[in-house]
């Protein structure tokens, strides 16, 4: 007991905290956030960091599919062909790792997959606005609860996307629903959420599994963020409707960005050559960011014959039939 009652216990339930108000409030997934923060703490090897992150992971993403499986907003028959590809190779990636890593490689291995992986998930999210922009310019209809599923793309879907959770924990939140809306464009965003959520449970129950059975699993770090997590996912969810959603999301999109540059250069990547992490570079990743996001978006909505800026503004792309409401209404892009 004596050990779980350390100065690092109250870091890691501090930033479990953080990141479930975080995903509380966006949907987003957890491990992007958490497993960078908790290596970035210093709280444990990276292998450590990413059994603790799943085996919380599965924890509050069950309590969110629970909430989505009552309201009726899951596609089921989706939901099970991403499980039957995601299961097996969340299961498997670890064991992949392990068995091609040497021990003393493993943490950098580990930080060069989670490095990568972020970069891929501030990808896909951008994407995903992208993908809805056009969607609602080409007269997007309110979606299809009930769409044709194509079971062999929905199976590999699952497959890519269990083999990236299973070694980074990233990916269950990000990757997959945008592989999602590229297979299928009229799947409304309630039934999209909802979909990943009940998806997720069992993909990420596999990976935590897998991940607990080669590395162990660390009391002292899963019990702390169990315990921050869980009630800063409540809290998320009960003041997302008065929180200004697109500017945590783009502010979410530069953290990804340079966590995931901060990961490779502590790994030493050989373009970056180094092996500390460089502040300077960092930082001024997400300086340019913060510059150069909001002007290629603007571009990327002149070319939809959209203005620089104004409806429809981020909010309104995450859930495409709300920006029919108003897109007769100049709107400040939030």
């Known amino acids: 007991m004596e050990d779980l009652i350390t100065a690092a216990v109250f870091s890691i339930a501090a930033a479990g905290f953080i990141v479930g108000i975080v995903v509380g409030l966006t949907g987003m997934g957890g491990g992007a956030l958490m497993t960078p923060a908790l290596i970035f703490l210093g709280v444990g090897e990276t292998s450590a960091v990413v059994t603790a992150d799943l085996t919380a992971a599965a924890v509050y993403k069950t309590g969110g599919a629970i909430v989505h499986s009552r309201e009726g907003s899951p596609n089921l028959k989706l939901a099970k062909w991403l499980v039957l590809g995601s299961v097996p190779t969340a299961l498997l ?25 972020l970069l891929l998930a501030a990808s896909t999210y951008a994407i995903r606005l992208y993908i809805n922009l056009r969607r609602v310019r080409a007269g997007y209809d309110g979606g299809d609860p009930n769409p044709k599923i194509r079971p062999i793309p929905t199976l590999l879907v699952g497959m890519l996307g269990g083999l990236l959770v299973g070694i980074t924990s990233v990916g269950s939140g990000s990757v997959i629903m945008v592989a999602l809306l590229m297979l299928y464009p009229g799947l409304s965003a309630v039934k999209l959420v909802g979909t990943d959520l009940v998806q997720a449970v069992p993909l990420v129950l596999a990976a935590a599994i897998s991940n607990i059975a080669i590395h162990g699993l660390d009391w002292g770090l899963t019990i702390p963020l169990i315990l921050g997590s869980v009630p800063g996912t409540i809290i998320g969810s009960k003041i997302a ?44 990743i ?14 990327l909505r002149k070319e939809q014959g959209l203005p620089f800026m104004g409806a429809p503004t981020i909010a309104e792309l995450e859930e495409p039939g709300r920006s029919e409401r108003t897109r007769s209404t100049p709107a400040a892009d939030d």
């Open 93 to 117: 990636g670890p064991y992949l790792v392990s068995r091609f890593t040497d021990s003393e490689d493993l943490d950098t291995t580990l930080q060069l997959a989670i490095g990568f992986a």
């Open 241 to 284: 409707p008065r929180v200004p959603q697109s500017l945590i999301r783009r502010g979410i999109v530069v953290v990804l960005t340079m966590s995931g540059v901060a990961l490779l250069d502590k790994a030493g990547w050989a373009p970056l050559g180094r092996e500390e992490t460089s502040p300077m570079l960092v930082a001024g």
């Open 286 to 299: 997400g300086l340019a960011m913060i510059v150069l996001v909001p002007v290629v978006w603007g571009l």
